[in-house]
Nanobody
Framework: QVQLVESGGGLVQAGGSLRLSCAAS????????MGWFRQAPGKEREFVAT????????YYGHSVKGRFTISRDYAKNTVYLQMNSLKPEDTAIYYC???????????????????WGQGTQVTVSS
């Protein structure tokens, strides 16, 4: 079992930055690839970013590539999402997730993930 708790959400003006954190507890955090997803009201959950269990590889959704950065700190059992140049369309609840998936493709589908946090709200004002 892995428990995930997100933090760092809030209200920010367009063009600003936020850093989300996801603290993991439980077994073998380092064995899981980690991902961030988001869901806006009335929309489907959207893939944002993922990082491999080794931390050596990352992959981003098209809408955030070049603006967001995912990283992980093994000593703190934490994964981060640095969000820069925020836009109003980035407004959503952001979820952290963990997966044991080790296939040849990046885990961009939510069904690949075994564990989820409760989410943190990010609101970007125009």
């Amino acid at each position: 079992q892995v428990q995930l708790v997100e933090s760092g959400g809030g209200l920010v003006q367009a063009g600003g930055s936020l850093r989300l954190s996801c603290a993991a507890s439980g077994r073998a955090f380092s064995r899981y690839a980690m991902g961030w997803f988001r869901q806006a009201p009335g929309k489907e959950r959207e893939f944002v970013a993922t990082i491999t269990w080794s931390g050596g590889d990352t992959y981003y959704g098209h809408s955030v590539k070049g603006r967001f950065t995912i990283s992980r700190d093994y000593a703190k059992n934490t994964v981060y999402l640095q969000m820069n140049s925020l836009k109003p369309e980035d407004t959503a609840i952001y979820y952290c997730a963990a997966t044991g998936y080790s296939g040849s493709t990046y885990p961009v589908r939510s069904y690949r993930y075994n564990y989820w946090g409760q989410g943190t709200q990010v609101t970007v004002s125009s």
